[in-house]
């Protein structure tokens, strides 16, 4: 898997035909981006973005059978964490009629790429990755934010740094989830924002509305599916719990002096 910053990869040299699986945040979001980076698209989803794909000029296919026999070069998986083998088992993997990449964009990635190997045809290329910047991140393009991936069966060979599928969910569960998890319980907090914010706290308000502005089946397939996470989750638990006993023990400390 690697990590790099698009700010050192060439523009795309050549125009790619992209399918898309899931069309919901982010597959909307992807797709209007790499139609601006010249490459044509079209989608499958679970429900009927006829219209939306219409004003999109993205060619929409309910039927999957047509989508995946529409000569794409690139099949893009941007189906939730929970709902990928149900996704891919369902789909006639048989009808595709040309050697394919198929590449997933999901926030975990053991889990893909177990699933991926398992139910695709073996002349299939796969590569996992990971975009580390989202609808919000990216909306001015996505040149200088990073992407994790793993060329985890490809045999057109490109310079990439390579780190485990592993690596990336030890990694993503200490950070990503984590960061997932503190948005998530500022948000039962209510924490809104004040007129005397300093940095810090604005930096809270906004992981607060960061981590609510993706679906709760994003977080729980982050804890789900990634077998490092339930593990941070008891860190985080654990120390809240130090800290707590910390003040609570400095305060008695504090109120036994004064009562001297
Ligand atoms: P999400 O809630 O994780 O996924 C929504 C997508 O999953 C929609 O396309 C939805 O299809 C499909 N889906 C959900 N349940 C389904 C089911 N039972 N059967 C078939 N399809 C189902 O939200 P998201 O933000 O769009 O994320 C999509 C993927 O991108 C996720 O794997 C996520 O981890 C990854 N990702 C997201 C971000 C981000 O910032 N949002 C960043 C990096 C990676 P319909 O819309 O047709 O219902």
Redesign the pocket.
Known sequence: MSSSSSSSSPLPLQSLKIGIV????????LAKTMIKQGHTTRAT???D?SQLCHQLDVPFFRDVIPFLEADNDVILI???????S??LNSMPLHRLKRQTLFV?????KEHPRNVLLQVLPENMDVLCT????????GKNGWRDLPLVYEKVRVRNETRMVEMSCEEHDKVAARSQFLSHSIGRILAEMGIESTSMNTKSFETLVKLKESAT??????FS??FIHNRFAQQELMNLEQSFEKVKQRLLKKMSEQQSLSSV
Request: glycine share 12%.
């Open positions: 899931g069309f919901g945040t982010f597959g909307q979001f989803s679970r429900t973005y941007c189906t939730s964490i929970l709902s990928l149900e996704v997933d964009v999901l926030s975990v990971h975009p580390m910047f989202g609808p919000e991140s502005n993706d679906s709760f089946d994003l397939g982050l």
